[in-house]
Nanobody
Framework: QLQASGGGLVQAGGSLRLSCAAS????????MGWFRQAPGKEREFVAA?????NYVDSVKGRFTVSRDNAKNTVYLQMNSLQPEDTAVYYC????????????WGQGTQVTVSS
């Protein structure tokens, strides 16, 4: 189970940090990802991080993904936010026995005002 939080309303140029707390099958998580979906658009990949090891990927240079294994939590630090970053942000888990993201959080709304 994944619980995303930290969304909200922020002015352009501001920052937010999203959190995703994992529970249940955490021992078998291979990778955690962040995705977003803006109104009228398809869901898109934002960032990912391995549950162990050093793999990190982000399509936005302004966004940084990190994790705290002791808390079973991953974070998405978003800086210099722009109105086009407005979307519902989802975290997802990919497990060791799968090649796709199988478990999804409920999403957290990020709104950036101009």
């Amino acid at each position: 189970q994944l619980q995303a939080s930290g969304g909200g309303l922020v002015q352009a140029g501001g920052s937010l940090r999203l959190s995703c707390a994992a529970s249940g099958r955490t021992f078998s998580i291979y990778r955690m990802g962040w995705f977003r979906q803006a109104p009228g658009k398809e869901r898109e990949f934002v960032a990912a991080i391995s549950w162990s090891g050093n793999y990190v990927d982000s399509v936005k240079g302004r966004f940084t993904v990190s994790r705290d294994n002791a808390k079973n939590t991953v974070y998405l630090q978003m800086n210099s936010l722009q109105p086009e970053d407005t979307a519902v942000y989802y975290c997802a888990a990919r497990y060791r026995d799968s090649d796709r993201y199988d478990s999804w959080g409920q999403g957290t709304q990020v709104t950036v005002s101009s």
